[in-house]
Nanobody, 123 residues
Framework: QVQLVESGGGLVQAGGSLRLSCAAS????????MAWFRQAPGKEREFVAA???????NYADSVKGRYTISRDNDKRTVYLQMNSLKPEDTAVYYC?????????????????WGQGTQVTVTS
């Protein structure tokens, strides 16, 4: 069992930056692919980025060049650095985990989810 707790959300102006963190509890953190998804009001949950314990990092086209996902296995934490934020980035951001090294972009392939953290970008 893995428990995920996100932090770092908030209110920021367009063009600003935020850094989200996701702390994981449970064993074998290093064996999991970690990911971030987001969900805006009235929309489906969508993929943002995923980082396996080994292998290629995967980003959604909408955030490439602006967002950076990273992980610290010793601290059991995954991060999402978000730069050049836009109003359309406004959403609840969720941390997710799945076993294995496939940096999947599909919601249904992730086994564990955090409660989410709100990110609001004003114009």
């Amino acid at each position: 069992q893995v428990q995920l707790v996100e932090s770092g959300g908030g209110l920021v102006q367009a063009g600003g930056s935020l850094r989200l963190s996701c702390a994981a509890s449970g064993r074998s953190f290093g064996a999991y692919t970690m990911a971030w998804f987001r969900q805006a009001p009235g929309k489906e949950r969508e993929f943002v980025a995923a980082i396996p314990w080994s292998g290629r990092i995967n980003y959604a086209d909408s955030v490439k060049g602006r967002y950076t996902i990273s992980r610290d296995n010793d601290k059991r934490t995954v991060y999402l650095q978000m730069n050049s934020l836009k109003p359309e980035d406004t959403a609840v951001y969720y941390c997710a985990a799945r076993r294995g090294s496939d940096a999947s972009n599909l919601v249904g392939t992730y086994d564990y989810w955090g409660q989410g953290t709100q990110v609001t970008v004003t114009s």
